[in-house]
């Protein structure tokens, strides 16, 4: 799964991305220092994994992990092809959800491409370029569609959803923002729409802002935004996440404390990015390895066994599933059994977040 992150030139995605998967993009004070985009793949935090070895004391640990793509800045006219436009506009289909950093701090130093401060107005550049993008889009779909409609009635369906997308973005509107019944949602399937893809906005503070970020009126500026298209916001110094991503885990830790966080932003965002896209977690756990397994939400145990190994999915026969905490509180496997905590789930189970798991099979 790939999140991108996008922003104006010059607001703080760049050193973000850095921050998050150390991977030591270039960073400049000038536009488009970033042409091809940078990619890189992060571990999704996880403190049951961390409890889970030291219980076990594996020989391996293995995280989820989700995949970021720094993804080139963005001026007025990219659906045109202005400035690095098109490519822009090719790296943003690639992805499966979108992390768009805002900047909500003042500094005479940092050059802002449009020269000040202002970001709603920032929001309203990238998201026009990917509705005018999305209403050609459906320009030429609903042409097709009408074309078919005179020989397949079927097409009346996808012809009304994409009228109905119309009217929101030429309302200036994502396609997120509406709602849609399981039927459209299949039809959307294949239409590769940019705004229909999940958002997630990150407002960059200062470290003066930290403590209480919604203060600051430009972050309540972007909560007030993000509510209208049912997305979300976290805010964060980039800065001060550069420095504790450069720290060791005690130094990082203390850094944390004199700040009065819990965690450090970065966490935070990594975590939401995961559940933006509708992912989570079951859990292996033994001495060879404890392992995370991502799965899309609603997955039934047959094929989460999938994610593990082909076989197991075909030869299924039932599923020994503990919850984690249960597990935790028992402190041993054989304890949890013997409370009667492990069960025995068959092929309609769906799991849940966390959920231990031993899949029985036979091929």
Same mark, same amino acid.
Do not use: H, W
């Given at each position: 799964m790939k999140i991108g992150i996008v922003? @104006?030139?010059?607001?703080?995605?760049?050193?973000?991305?850095? +921050?998050?998967?150390?991977?030591?993009?270039?960073?400049?004070?000038?536009?488009f220092c970033i042409i091809e985009p940078n990619v890189g793949v992060v571990a999704v935090p996880d403190e049951r994994i961390d409890k889970l070895a030291e219980m076990y004391k594996p020989e391996k640990v293995t995280k989820a992990v989700i995949e970021f793509v720094d993804i080139a800045g963005l001026v007025k006219g990219a659906s045109k092809g202005?400035? @690095?436009?098109?490519?822009?506009? +090719?790296h943003i289909r690639e992805v499966d959800s979108i992390v768009e950093v805002v900047r909500c701090f003042e500094d005479q130093n940092i050059v802002h491409v449009?020269?000040?401060?202002?970001?709603?107005?920032? =929001?309203?550049t990238i998201n026009f370029? @990917?509705?005018?993008?999305d209403i050609e889009t459906i320009e030429k779909r609903l042409d097709k569609a009408k074309k078919m409609l005179k020989s397949d009635k079927k097409y009346q369906a996808e012809i009304d959803l994409l009228e109905k997308i119309k009217t929101q973005l030429e309302a200036g509107k994502p396609a997120r923002s509406l709602e849609y019944n399981d039927e459209e949602k299949e039809i959307l399937k294949d239409m590769f729409l940019l705004t229909i893809k999940p958002?997630?906005?990150?407002?960059?503070?200062?470290?003066?802002?930290?403590?209480?970020?919604?203060?600051?009126?430009?972050?309540?500026?972007?909560?007030?935004?993000?509510?209208?298209?049912n997305a979300e916001i976290i805010p964060l110094c980039v800065k001060v996440e550069e420095e504790l991503a450069s720290l060791e885990d005690d130094d990082?830790?203390?850094?944390?404390?004199?700040?009065?966080?819990?965690?450090?932003?970065?966490?935070?965002?990594?975590?939401?990015?995961?559940d933006l896209l509708g992912l989570m977690s079951f859990l292996t756990a033994?001495?060879?390895?404890?392992?995370a397994w991502t799965i899309k939400k609603g997955t039934k145990a047959p094929q989460a066994a999938g994610k593990i190994h082909s076989d197991i999915e075909r030869g299924f026969i039932k599923a020994d599933v503990v919850s984690y905490n249960d597990l935790i509180k028992e402190g041993t496997m054989q304890a949890a059994r013997e409370k009667g905590l492990v069960r025995s789930e068959g092929k309609e189970y =769906?799991?849940?977040?966390?959920?231990?798991?031993?899949?029985k099979f036979n091929v």
């Open positions: 922003g @104006l030139p010059n607001v703080g995605k760049s050193t973000m991305f850095n +921050s998050i998967t150390k991977a030591g993009a270039e960073c400049a004070n000038y536009p202005e400035g @690095l436009g098109n490519k822009f506009l +090719s449009d020269g000040s401060i202002n970001p709603i107005r920032d =929001i309203e370029e @990917l509705i005018f993008a958002i997630l906005y990150i407002a960059n503070v200062s470290e003066e802002d930290l403590e209480n970020p919604y203060n600051n009126q430009y972050v309540k500026q972007v909560e007030e935004y993000a509510k209208q298209e990082k830790k203390e850094m944390l404390e004199a700040l009065g966080l819990e965690e450090s932003g970065l966490n935070k965002l990594i975590k939401k990015s995961y033994g001495e060879p390895e404890v392992r =769906i799991m849940q977040d966390g959920d231990i798991v031993l899949f």
